[in-house]
Every structure is written in structure tokens, then in C-alpha cells.
């Protein structure tokens, strides 16, 4: 039965669903299967800590994901059929799971991220980029 997202745990179960569905795809998964740019054991707290801070109004994530994503572009060029899949699979596991304004919410955050990240990381390439 779906749910709200009203707490931690339920983010926990958002984003390690999610990121079963990505460890097996055939087009996002090679980038987060790769232990070159990649750790599981840290990356999957990094985002519980996000999601709870974007979606619940925590205060446990620190971090500058537009960095990351840079970085990552450098080793691995993300394209924009990568961040469609990101969003497919991450859509799908809040409907999968969960109702209600976090799911909207959740939803109007990864639209403006996708958008945010293709447009930095593009122009990160340039030879002006200040981040």
C-alpha cells in the first residue's frame, strides 16, 4: 500500500530502491557500478542524508552536487540520455512506493536538478567555467 513520505525511513527505502533499480540498468548502471568514481557504502548515506534534507526539511546533507557532477563528467561524460534514465527509474520507484506532496515535491526537485546539472555541466567544459 502506498504511503506518504514522512520520515526518514521512508526516504531510506526511496533511495535504496532506487538504487537497486540502478545497479542493474543497462544504460545508467555501468556509471554507478564503476568503483573508479563510485562507493556504495558512501554514497547511499550522502543521498538519504539529501533527500531528507530536500524533502523533509533536515539539516543532515552537506555537500555541493553540482561539484560532484562536474567531477564525475569528467571521468564518465554524462548525456542527457543518462539523466533521462536517472529520472525514469527514480519516478518510478516514488510511484512504486509512495503518495501524496513529497512524491510531488520529490518529482518538481529531480525536473529542476536534470535541467540545473545538464546546463553546469555543459558549461563546465568552457574555458571561463567558474564554479
Not at 543497462?26 to 554514497?43: R, Y
Not at 561524460?77 to 512524491?103: M, Q, S
Amino acid at each position: 500500500m502506498k504511503k506518504p513520505i514522512e520520515n526518514r525511513d521512508d526516504v531510506r527505502l526511496m533511495v535504496e530502491d532506487f538504487y537497486e533499480k540502478v545497479k542493474k540498468d543497462s544504460i545508467i548502471g555501468d556509471i554507478f557500478n564503476n568503483t573508479l568514481f563510485f562507493k556504495w557504502d558512501t554514497h547511499i548515506p550522502i543521498m538519504i542524508n539529501f533527500w531528507e534534507t530536500v524533502l523533509l526539511d533536515g539539516t543532515s546533507y552537506r555537500g555541493n552536487t553540482m561539484r560532484v557532477h562536474i567531477e564525475l563528467n569528467k571521468l564518465h561524460p554524462l548525456k542527457a540520455e543518462h539523466f533521462i534514465r536517472w529520472k525514469k527509474l527514480f519516478f518510478e520507484t516514488l510511484d512504486g512506493h509512495f503518495t501524496g506532496e513529497k512524491v510531488s515535491e520529490a518529482k518538481k526537485r529531480v525536473e529542476l536538478m536534470e535541467a540545473l546539472m545538464q546546463t553546469k555541466i555543459a558549461q563546465s567544459t568552457g574555458p571561463n567555467f567558474i564554479q
